[in-house]
T-cell receptor, first 110, second 114 residues
């Protein structure tokens, strides 16, 4: 069974610093990997979707990389802002078998 | 509507009662997913539909849980004989097709079993 781990569980950085969030998974046979943001008491908002054939995806200040062979994905957020404070989750999709990590709770302090 | 909607937003019930949670996906999305999320955890997969049929229900914890999507759009998650351990936020998501497409999540239904 796929296991998805996100370390650290929580992270606090001052505004302006770059954020690096890690996601590791045990089964490299994935179809895609998706990064989400979750604000307290809210649903999930999709940030980036990386197909298995891709190495990275970028959207604005966000960049996500995928290394299937080592079972890792990394989400980079450049020049963090207080509005980036949220929990970030990754999800693997193995042809319909979906598995989330527990998330990394991020606090960006002004 | 523009996004995935879920009703009710909050549901409080007593142990042993029956509850129904509703999900209205984005129009035209053929895939619909149900998850539940406990505090401090990532969402846990329950079931997903492709059209009207349940393509994978391996995440349903036991036979008290059942979900339907009779017309391929709205879905209802049904929980019989609720237990305190069923308390969680139930999330619904939809995507254009089951694989390779972005999932869009609803705001969730917070279920509390007293």
């Amino acid at each position: 069974k796929q296991e998805v781990t996100q370390i650290p569980a929580a992270l606090s950085v001052p505004e302006g610093e770059n954020l690096v969030l890690n996601c590791s998974f045990t089964d490299s046979a994935i179809y895609n990997l998706q990064w989400f943001r979750q604000d307290p008491g809210k649903g999930l908002t999709s940030l980036l979707l990386i197909q298995s054939s891709q190495r990275e995806q970028t959207s604005g200040r966000l960049n996500a990389s995928l290394d299937k062979s080592s079972g890792r994905s990394t989400l980079y957020i450049a020049a963090s802002q207080p509005g980036d404070s949220a929990t970030y989750l990754c999800e693997t999709d193995s042809w319909g078998k979906l598995q989330f990590g527990a998330g990394t709770q991020v606090v960006v302090t002004p | 509507g523009a996004g995935v909607s879920q009703t009710p937003s909050n549901k409080v019930t007593e142990k042993g009662k029956y509850v129904e949670l509703r999900c209205d996906p984005i129009s035209g999305h053929t895939a619909l997913y149900w998850y539940r999320q406990s505090l401090g955890q990532g969402p846990e997969f329950l079931i997903y539909f492709q059209g009207t049929g349940a393509a994978d229900d391996s995440g349903l914890p036991n036979d008290r849980f059942f979900a339907v999507r009779p017309e391929g759009s709205v879905s209802t998650l049904k929980i019989q004989r609720t237990e305190r351990g069923d308390s969680a936020v139930y999330l619904c998501a939809s995507s254009l097709t089951p694989t390779g497409n972005e999932q869009f999540f609803g705001p969730g239904t917070r279920l509390t079993v007293l």
